[in-house]
């Protein structure tokens, strides 16, 4: 009795006081939690982080731009609060997926000329197409339409490589996705370019408007050792020296690039660059098909990038690239969709389990390249290749939130054992439910909210009929 009447006072203080920091706090928090702008909580996280950890369930937080924390749900609930929390249970959510080579505006050529080897397909169709047809409004409305592509199948970074690429960079931004864009120069004339040195001076004013963007890396695309000539190919390679940028070009894509090469300088396509001074840390090429055992010593040794293109490489009958033995060499290989023209859609999960099957046929080894290897391309792996490891290609604290959730309750989807075979073995581009860019939702519950997509397509319509047109291939 004597005792209460001086601890009682106290205790209800203490009381009182903790339950107006309770108010406090945002709904749902306690007075420690930090206020952020999205959780997404309950998934299976599959981190891609150096340990490859699965969270199963896990929760991510993201303030603005970025990741705060990755955490089991409740730790996540009891660290933070936000006016947005997406309920991701029996979802899957992975680092967006990161196409290392397209050309998106060749959506719209999509279908126009298939089941041809690479050489008659572009000189016969697509560099005739593309001398007619290609302009900045198609640039634009094929872009839009690739952007829509991506953000419903989980895409969020893309390399790129076309004509006008300023007008790429423009509709990415608008779309809210990151890419590294690479404005094209080659040896003839083109409709953006009359020469390479007026493809130069466009890409250099190009890389000057996008410089310091936050989504857009803008870098100078050659398009390959046997349509440019070596002074050109140097001054590229200098454009890129100049501002700091990777580049990216086509290399050693088919036997007849390869037999080109030999004739004309006695060296592989390969060889033949580093002859020039071209190969460096910041080149992406893409395909390297026809690349002999000195070739991948070389590449290792220069410390240049691969992305493989697999569905483009059996399509156009160009070959198989080495992959596993890229990967053992240690080189970084990135995955890649090509342009819609040659595989015929944008869907990076294709393209991991075309990667997965086809190394596994030709070694006959079903180890060659497993579902983890798969993934690891399409995501970190794909992020180092473009020089963007330190911000996106896995959920990490710290790195930008490029993030995709992916259902996994459907008939095809059930049972799963392992988020990771099924994400490589499964899933689909259209299984993607939501997209975040940089911390912005691009697409909730498969509902795309940057574009207008009713307005993309028919704009991708009425085009495709001026298209056809123009090469005699009316659409349907
Ligand atoms: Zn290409």
Redesign the pocket.
């Given at each position: 009795m004597r005792a209460a009447p001086v601890v009682a006072p106290f205790r209800l203080l203490a009381l009182v006081s903790l339950l107006a920091a309770t108010l406090a706090a945002s709904p749902g928090g306690d007075a420690q939690a930090r206020r952020v702008s999205l959780i997404v909580t309950g998934a299976q996280v599959v981190t891609m982080n150096p340990g490859r950890e699965v969270l199963s369930p896990g929760a991510v937080a993201v303030d603005g731009q970025r990741i705060v924390a990755v955490d089991r749900p409740e730790a996540i609930a009891a660290r933070f609060t936000a006016p947005e929390t997406i309920d991701a249970t029996g979802q899957i959510l992975l680092p967006g997926l990161i196409n290392t080579?397209?050309?998106a505006p060749m959506v719209m050529y999509r279908g126009l000329a298939d089941d041809l080897a690479l050489m008659d397909w572009l000189q016969k169709y697509i560099f005739p197409g593309e001398a007619k047809t290609v302009s900045p409004r198609m640039v634009r409305i094929g872009t839009r339409l690739a952007a829509l592509e991506m953000i419903q199948s989980g895409t969020t970074t893309f390399a790129d490589?076309y004509y006008f690429e300023e007008e790429v960079g423009r509709a990415a931004r608008e779309a809210g996705l990151r890419g590294v864009l690479g404005q094209t120069i080659i040896g003839f004339p083109v409709p953006d370019a009359k020469t390479p040195a007026d493809a130069l001076t466009r890409t250099e004013a190009f890389i000057k408007e996008f410089a310091g963007d936050e989504l857009i890396t803008p870098v100078p695309a050659p398009h390959s050792m046997y349509t440019l000539d070596e002074a050109s190919l140097k001054a590229a390679r200098q454009l890129a020296n100049r501002h700091g940028v990777p580049i990216i070009i086509?290399l050693a894509?088919t036997e007849d690039e390869s037999r080109i090469s030999r004739e004309k300088h006695g060296l592989t396509p390969a060889a033949y660059l580093d002859s020039i001074g071209f190969l460096s840390p910041a080149v992406v090429a893409?395909?390297c098909v026809w690349v002999g055992p000195e070739d991948r010593v070389l590449l290792a040794k220069r410390g240049v990038k691969v992305s493989h293109?697999p569905e483009?490489n059996m399509k156009l009958a160009s070959g198989t690239a080495p992959i596993p033995a890229f990967l053992a060499a240690g080189v970084t290989v990135g995955l890649?969709t090509?342009?819609a023209a040659?595989n015929n859609d944008l869907d990076m999960f294709e393209a991991m389990r075309q990667a997965a099957f086809l190394h596994k046929l030709i070694a006959r080894d079903p180890q060659a390249v497993p579902a983890a290897a798969a993934l690891e391309m399409a995501t970190i792996g794909g992020a180092r290749a473009l020089g963007l490891d330190g911000k996106v290609g896995s959920i990490e604290p710290g790195k930008r939130a490029d993030l995709i959730l992916v259902s996994t309750r459907g008939a095809r989807q059930t049972p799963m054992y392992n988020p990771v075979s099924h994400l490589v073995y499964v899933a689909r581009g259209d299984d993607v439910q939501t997209t975040i860019v940089n911390g912005r939702v691009l697409m909730r519950a498969r509902r795309v909210l940057t574009l207008d997509e009713a307005a993309v397509l028919s704009d991708a319509r009425a085009l495709a009929t001026e298209v056809g047109k123009a090469v005699g291939r009316p659409p349907v």
């Amino acid at each position: 009795m004597r005792a209460a009447p001086v601890v009682a006072p106290f205790r209800l203080l203490a009381l009182v006081s903790l339950l107006a920091a309770t108010l406090a706090a945002s709904p749902g928090g306690d007075a420690q939690a930090r206020r952020v702008s999205l959780i997404v909580t309950g998934a299976q996280v599959v981190t891609m982080n150096p340990g490859r950890e699965v969270l199963s369930p896990g929760a991510v937080a993201v303030d603005g731009q970025r990741i705060v924390a990755v955490d089991r749900p409740e730790a996540i609930a009891a660290r933070f609060t936000a006016p947005e929390t997406i309920d991701a249970t029996g979802q899957i959510l992975l680092p967006g997926l990161i196409n290392t080579h397209t050309h998106a505006p060749m959506v719209m050529y999509r279908g126009l000329a298939d089941d041809l080897a690479l050489m008659d397909w572009l000189q016969k169709y697509i560099f005739p197409g593309e001398a007619k047809t290609v302009s900045p409004r198609m640039v634009r409305i094929g872009t839009r339409l690739a952007a829509l592509e991506m953000i419903q199948s989980g895409t969020t970074t893309f390399a790129d490589m076309y004509y006008f690429e300023e007008e790429v960079g423009r509709a990415a931004r608008e779309a809210g996705l990151r890419g590294v864009l690479g404005q094209t120069i080659i040896g003839f004339p083109v409709p953006d370019a009359k020469t390479p040195a007026d493809a130069l001076t466009r890409t250099e004013a190009f890389i000057k408007e996008f410089a310091g963007d936050e989504l857009i890396t803008p870098v100078p695309a050659p398009h390959s050792m046997y349509t440019l000539d070596e002074a050109s190919l140097k001054a590229a390679r200098q454009l890129a020296n100049r501002h700091g940028v990777p580049i990216i070009i086509h290399l050693a894509e088919t036997e007849d690039e390869s037999r080109i090469s030999r004739e004309k300088h006695g060296l592989t396509p390969a060889a033949y660059l580093d002859s020039i001074g071209f190969l460096s840390p910041a080149v992406v090429a893409a395909h390297c098909v026809w690349v002999g055992p000195e070739d991948r010593v070389l590449l290792a040794k220069r410390g240049v990038k691969v992305s493989h293109n697999p569905e483009s490489n059996m399509k156009l009958a160009s070959g198989t690239a080495p992959i596993p033995a890229f990967l053992a060499a240690g080189v970084t290989v990135g995955l890649g969709t090509d342009g819609a023209a040659s595989n015929n859609d944008l869907d990076m999960f294709e393209a991991m389990r075309q990667a997965a099957f086809l190394h596994k046929l030709i070694a006959r080894d079903p180890q060659a390249v497993p579902a983890a290897a798969a993934l690891e391309m399409a995501t970190i792996g794909g992020a180092r290749a473009l020089g963007l490891d330190g911000k996106v290609g896995s959920i990490e604290p710290g790195k930008r939130a490029d993030l995709i959730l992916v259902s996994t309750r459907g008939a095809r989807q059930t049972p799963m054992y392992n988020p990771v075979s099924h994400l490589v073995y499964v899933a689909r581009g259209d299984d993607v439910q939501t997209t975040i860019v940089n911390g912005r939702v691009l697409m909730r519950a498969r509902r795309v909210l940057t574009l207008d997509e009713a307005a993309v397509l028919s704009d991708a319509r009425a085009l495709a009929t001026e298209v056809g047109k123009a090469v005699g291939r009316p659409p349907v």
